[in-house]
């Protein structure tokens, strides 16, 4: 068994959270290449079946779990389960300890959100980690013009975590677009809405959703514009089942 479930062909790694976090922090400290941290939903992975380039971005991924219960679930119809759901703005949040802890030594940098969430969500970070370096930060509202005054920011901030939140599949293809660009960040982290979390502008589910896997419905009961969003997973699952029944054929 390899080290990463193929769902429609995008690759998920085996990891429990604390493997995950293992991971990032030993990118974080210089020990492994460059890594970007990809979560994608059912939602990105149908995108992905019609967008050849998109796939390949998510399958570059040094780092790529399931943050929702869609892809846990097409794991488990694959017969080849994931150890377990790891949301992704937690991981990010992990991260953001870890680097408080060495200061200066590791500065993470903000971009995405509304104007003014991003240095928000540096300001809540800081005053719960402190130590916490916010060597910058930008909200994501850009023409692509824009970018490379961006790159030159972040580049100049000695900044080693870079948090791209963009709504995916921005996130991801920014990431693979400026990613040679910016060879001093250790660990890209496309997490879409988390900076909004970070804020305090959005409440995260509480934890009875998130125990019986409701965090969608939870989020959609908040943003009803949300609701479009699922109706691609039955798409997915539809696609999940396909490929089951490919599998068993070939064995
Ligand atoms: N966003 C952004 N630039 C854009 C579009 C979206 O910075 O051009 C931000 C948006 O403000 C939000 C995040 O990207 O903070 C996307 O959040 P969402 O909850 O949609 O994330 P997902 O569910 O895709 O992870």
Redo the contacts with the bound molecule.
């Keep these: 068994m390899g080290n990463r479930v193929f769902i429609c062909g995008v690759g998920f790694d085996r990891v429990t959270a604390k493997e995950a976090e293992d991971r990032l922090f030993a990118a974080l400290d210089g020990q492994v290449g460059q890594l970007s941290l990809f ?1 994608p ?1 059912p939602e990105i992975v149908e995108l992905a079946c019609r967008d050849p380039e998109l796939h390949a971005i998510l399958n570059s991924a040094g780092l790529s779990v399931a943050d929702g219960v869609g892809v846990i679930r097409a794991a488990r119809i694959l017969g080849d389960p994931l150890p377990e759901r790891i949301p992704g703005v937690e991981l990010g949040e992990a991260m953001l300890a870890y680097c408080a802890a060495k200061g200066k030594e590791r500065p993470v940098w903000l971009l ?3 104007p003014g ?1 991003a240095e928000k969500a540096g300001e809540r970070m800081k005053e719960k980690y402190p130590g916490l370096f916010v060597a910058g930060t930008a ?3 850009f023409d692509e013009t824009q970018s490379p005054q961006i790159v030159g920011r972040i580049a100049s901030s000695g900044a080693v975590l870079l948090f791209v ?4 599949p ?2 991801e293809k920014w990431i693979a677009a400026h990613r040679a660009s910016l060879p001093g960040v250790r660990v890209f982290a496309a ?3 988390s ?2 979390v970070y804020s305090g502008e959005v409440k995260r589910a509480p934890a009875i959703f998130c125990r019986l896997g409701l965090e969608w419905l939870w989020r959609t009961l908040r943003e009803p514009s949300r609701i479009r969003r699922l109706f691609t997973v039955p798409a997915f699952l539809r696609r999940v089942r396909r490929q089951k029944r490919l599998q068993k054929s070939k064995n």
């Design positions: 979560t939903n995405g959100g509304k969430v909200d994501g509202y939140c963009l709504g995916a921005k996130q997490l879409g809405g900076l909004d």
